[in-house]
């Protein structure tokens, strides 16, 4: 599970603006980056396919998916390399289609009711 604040630290770290993890973020930055947090999780959840309350961390197996869209959500607005911003596109188009899967997935082993 992952919080928010460690969400938007590895998107950042993704984005170039941190070198690592356990780096701080300034906080103009950090707020930017909560908001493309929220930004992502509100879109997931209208879509039906946030597993999680906005409150919550996100599941370990949809943490690498969410981390890339919120950098995505800002990637235009961070000045990164084009080798960089290629990267990040197509992990994004990899991202919604690997959350679309994991929920996928999850509906097919949800038991059926027992009806008594």
Do not use: C
């Not at 590895?10 to 906080?27: K, Q």
């Not at 999680?52 to 949809?62: F, I, L, M």
């Not at 890339?68 to 959500?73: P, Q």
């Not at 990040?88 to 009711?113: C, F, G, H, M, Q």
Request: no cysteine.
């Amino acid at each position: 599970m992952a919080t928010a604040e460690q969400v938007r630290n590895r998107a950042a770290v993704m984005l170039g603006i941190l070198a690592e993890e356990g780096e701080t973020l300034p906080s103009y930055r950090a707020a930017d980056l909560d908001k493309s947090y929220t930004e992502v999780y509100a879109s997931l959840d209208t879509k039906g396919i946030a597993v999680w309350d906005s409150d919550e961390d996100v599941p370990d197996e949809y943490t690498p998916h969410v981390v890339t869209l919120v950098a995505r959500g800002r990637v235009d607005d961070y000045s990164v390399s084009n080798d960089r911003y290629s990267r990040i596109v197509a992990a994004a188009r990899e991202a919604k289609l690997e959350i679309r899967e994991l929920n996928r997935s999850d509906a097919l082993e949800t038991p059926k009711p027992e009806y008594f």
